[in-house]
């Protein structure tokens, strides 16, 4: 049989286990071919239709077969993150003010400055990335009264989890601090019971977003395309998108009227905390809603808030005697919702920080048992004891982790605001991903994008590291629980297909998959982990279809 592409490089690097060294032997993708001399693979109708070398030419070469040639190059499965948030993420960049790297309320207050100084009188100032360690004590707004009296100014914090807002912001947004919450959401007051401007939580935040400007639909597409090629051009062929808020669906439609998404994207719905039945049938309903290159599959909880904010679940509370109650009032509803979707064969993915709620989660899950066609997951799990670790495993449950959290929001010295509330017992067992992979787990990887850092080829090596790979003296936070290379980019490739229910057809480089590739330069198995972090992608492919990256910039 012709094919459609024949793609020809100097190596096939499937990421499987390494040689045993008794025996040198290897799982192949392919039982015809020899892994150690693949560089060539044949596509057809997007699909993989062989694997092997030169020969590939004179078998499946025809007439009209297009063949692209990456001399010295590696071919690998397309990198897939776990855990991002496209729409919003891309519409918050787009928009937004970047307040990333600055630590000081100065440089803060310095940069909002720089905006409203670009803005029209009146225009509503909004950021991303705020860090929250800037503050000393509970971050409030008063600081932006003072400095900018009148200006709405709306900063997300690096969680994402909460606001901190001007004084003009709360009474544009009409905030009382009497608001109250189907969920653990809530509007901070001080002493004097006013709003201090610290707002908590995704329905208490969703009080201020009512009233951000507008953004046209074909603005929003075009946000989304500018990140979503930025994210492609790091090594992405696909992510998972832990939402589908508006104007999700009505972006990606927009985009695919006019061409193609730059990659493929797997939406899981939130059902929001404390709903009801009549809530969970519409989220089921739009199980099975596409486009060409995004689905809807699979429902997300947010079960805890964050450890930051004090959000969190935890066995026990805080240092500030908060991070010890549930995001949901009613935890037996949790319970009942996933067993719901589980019944009508919809794998769950429950955002759960906190020890406490990482327990919860696995027992709901227990009880349920299996949704059919992918796993259930639990996602962040920020801190747990010895005895989670093995569950996972036992009860199939893949533990979804963004290990750039740790390198880039925490330090080794425990002064940042994570380790100090949470204490140094919970802290050295953060994000375990070592231990999690050596009792037997699947873990997939994700950046939790933009909150993360978006380059997969970033995110990868700091967690080889436990470090930010571009910083050399920085101490690693958790250095127990680094993983090597051929294990992260795994957990990027096999396991994220595994974690969709797609392991038959994604996540490996064999006859019968999607030919969805990502081309590196160099193999990230012979490179450091630094060397990785620059290691160039010459181009990706979804279904066979090529998009070059010679020239694109990643994203941040």
């Known amino acids: 049989m012709y094919a459609d592409r024949i793609v020809r490089a100097a190596r096939i690097e499937n990421f499987d286990a390494a040689p045993d060294p008794g025996?040198?032997?290897?799982?192949?993708?392919?039982?015809?071919?020899?892994?150690d001399l693949d560089s060539a693979l044949a596509i057809k109708d997007g699909r993989i239709l062989a694997v092997g070398g030169a020969e590939l030419l004179d078998r499946h070469r025809g007439t009209e077969t297009d063949v692209v040639e990456f001399p010295g190059a590696t071919l690998t499965p397309g990198l897939t993150d776990a855990h991002a948030h496209p729409v919003w993420g891309s519409m918050e960049i787009g928009g937004g003010l970047d307040l990333g790297g600055l630590d000081t309320?100065?440089?803060?207050?310095?940069?909002?400055?720089?905006?409203?100084?670009?803005?029209?009188?009146?225009?509503?100032?909004?950021?991303?990335?705020?860090?929250?360690?800037?503050f000393d004590g509970e971050p409030d707004g008063e600081v932006f009264q003072r400095r900018f009296p009148g200006v709405p100014v709306s900063l997300m914090t690096r969680d994402a989890h909460a606001?901190?807002?001007?004084?003009?912001?709360?009474?544009?947004?009409?905030?009382?601090?009497?608001?109250?919450f189907d969920d653990a959401s809530e509007v901070v007051v001080g002493a004097d019971g006013r709003p201090t401007g610290y707002v908590v939580e995704l329905q208490a935040m969703r009080l201020v977003f009512d009233h951000y400007p507008h953004v046209p639909l074909p603005t929003a597409a075009g946000h989304v395309t500018t990140q979503l090629r930025a994210l492609a051009a790091g090594g992405l062929t696909g992510l998972h998108a832990m939402d589908f808020t508006d104007p999700s669906e009505a972006v990606y439609r927009e985009i695919e009227r006019t061409g193609d998404l730059p990659l493929r994207i797997r939406c899981s719905p939130l059902v929001p905390a404390d709903s009801r039945r009549d809530t969970w049938e519409s989220v089921a309903a739009l199980q099975g809603l596409a486009g060409r290159r995004w689905h809807v599959e699979g429902v997300k909880f947010m079960l805890d808030g964050t450890a930051d904010n004090g959000s969190a679940w935890f066995e026990h509370p805080d240092s500030l005697g908060q991070n010890r109650r549930p995001l949901w009032k009613d935890v037996d509803g949790y319970r009942t919702a996933v067993r719901y979707f589980t019944e009508r064969g919809i794998p769950t993915a429950t955002h759960a920080i906190g020890d406490r709620a990482v327990r919860f989660a696995l027992d709901a899950i227990e009880e349920a048992g299996s949704a059919g066609r992918a796993p259930h997951r639990i996602e962040h799990v920020e801190s747990i004891p010895d005895d989670l670790l093995g569950r996972f495993a036992e009860l199939g449950v893949v533990a979804s982790l963004q290990p750039v959290h740790a390198t880039r929001m925490t330090r080794a010295d425990q002064s940042d605001n994570w380790s100090r509330r949470i204490g140094p017992e919970r802290v050295a067992h953060g994000w375990r991903t070592r231990d999690l992979i050596d009792r037997g787990a699947a873990v997939a990887l994700g950046s939790d994008w933009p909150i993360g850092v978006g380059d997969p080829r970033v995110a990868l090596a700091d967690a080889q590291l436990r470090r930010p790979v571009e910083q050399p003296d920085a101490r690693p936070v958790q250095p127990d629980q680094r993983i090597d290379a051929r294990e992260a980019y795994a957990a990027m490739t096999r396991v994220t297909a595994a974690a969709a229910g797609a392991a038959d057809r994604l996540g490996r480089i064999a006859p019968g998959y999607t030919a969805d590739l990502t081309v590196f330069a160099a193999n990230p198995l012979d490179l450091t982990p630094e060397q990785q972090a620059a290691n160039r992608v010459l181009a990706t492919f979804i279904d066979g279809r090529v998009l070059r990256h010679d020239t694109q910039e990643t994203a941040q």
Not at 23 to 35: F, I, Q
């Open 105 to 134: 309320l100065e440089r803060i207050c310095a940069r909002v400055a720089d905006r409203i100084a670009a803005s029209p009188p009146g225009a509503w100032i909004t950021g991303y990335d705020l860090d929250v360690n800037a």
């Open 163 to 180: 606001l901190v807002i001007s004084p003009a912001a709360v009474e544009l947004a009409g905030l009382s601090g009497a608001e109250t």
């Open 23 to 35: 025996t040198g032997s290897r799982p192949a993708s392919n039982p015809a071919s020899n892994p």
